[in-house]
């Protein structure tokens, strides 16, 4: 972690009693793997995320992921965690699903099915329950299916469709993304940092600014995005700087 990166982290850690850490999960937390199914936080993560749980007023994950993959792989007391981009969310009680967007589960069920169906050889398709989304990072020759596939059934089925990094999903037709999951969260406090590594964590960056202290951490990558790179204050290497700056703010 560079030294010109401290003072703005310093700032964020004195504030702790009324500040939050908001990060991805994937890229961020997890290193990037082929097979989705397979990404696991990077060994050390769940501790130091008790540690700053003990110490922040707010400590969250927010993804891409379902939420019944987070409550399994991020099993932190305290820890809010928020899949679907803000459609669902961890609680005691279970898993809670936005009423908009539950209706919309049998039609991404649908969709992933067909997509199973005609997927060619190295696609691979994700059933995230409120969303999908085909991976083509193992075949960069199947992304022009991916693309025209999700744009056919974004046309004839209502759902929306995303590029993402060596993907494409679909989701439901509700105005939820990062950016007014990350407002909902922080509203309130005095301080925040947003983490991410994909274009999907920039309406995050935009909404922590709003903030007075406000940390932007783009973690970085052979696939990271140019524009969230410049829009970060500071910019890390892989999930391994990422668990470097969590164990400064926990420290």
């Given at each position: ?38 990404a696991?936080p ?19 994950v927010l993804?891409?992921?379902p ?11 305290g820890?809010?965690?928020v ?6 969310r ?20 649908e ?29 960069p ?27 494409v ?12 999951s ?9 301080a ?40 970060a204050d ?10 470097a ?7």
């Amino acid at each position: 972690m560079a030294g010109d990166a401290l003072p703005c982290l310093a700032e964020l850690r004195s504030r702790a009693p009324r500040g939050g850490v908001l990060l991805d999960f994937d890229g961020t937390l997890a290193a990037i793997v082929v097979d989705p199914a397979l990404a696991r936080p990077l060994p050390g993560t769940l501790t130091v995320l008790r540690a700053l749980v003990l110490r922040f007023r707010l400590v969250a994950v927010l993804s891409g992921r379902p939420a019944s993959f987070l409550a399994e792989h991020l099993a932190v007391p305290g820890l809010v965690r928020v899949g679907s981009y803000g459609l669902e969310r961890v609680t005691p009680e279970g898993v809670i699903v936005s009423p908009e967007a539950a209706p919309w589960a049998p039609v991404v069920a649908e969709v992933a099915a067909l997509a199973r169906r005609q997927a060619p050889p190295g696609a691979l398709v994700e059933d995230k329950g409120l969303g999908l989304t085909l991976h083509h990072r193992a075949a960069p020759s199947t992304a022009g299916w991916a693309r025209a596939f999700a744009e056919e059934q974004a046309a004839s089925r209502g759902l929306v469709a995303h590029v993402a990094r060596q993907s494409v999903e679909l989701r439901p037709p509700v105005a939820v993304d990062k950016g007014s999951s990350v407002a909902e969260l922080v509203a309130g406090l005095e301080a925040a940092c947003v983490a991410g590594d994909d274009m999907g964590d920039l309406p995050g960056f935009e909404a922590v600014a709003a903030l007075p202290v406000a940390v932007r951490v783009a973690v970085d990558s052979d696939e990271a995005p140019l524009e969230l790179l410049a829009a970060a204050d500071l910019v890390v290497d892989g999930p391994a700087g990422m668990l470097a700056v969590l164990r400064y703010l926990a420290g």
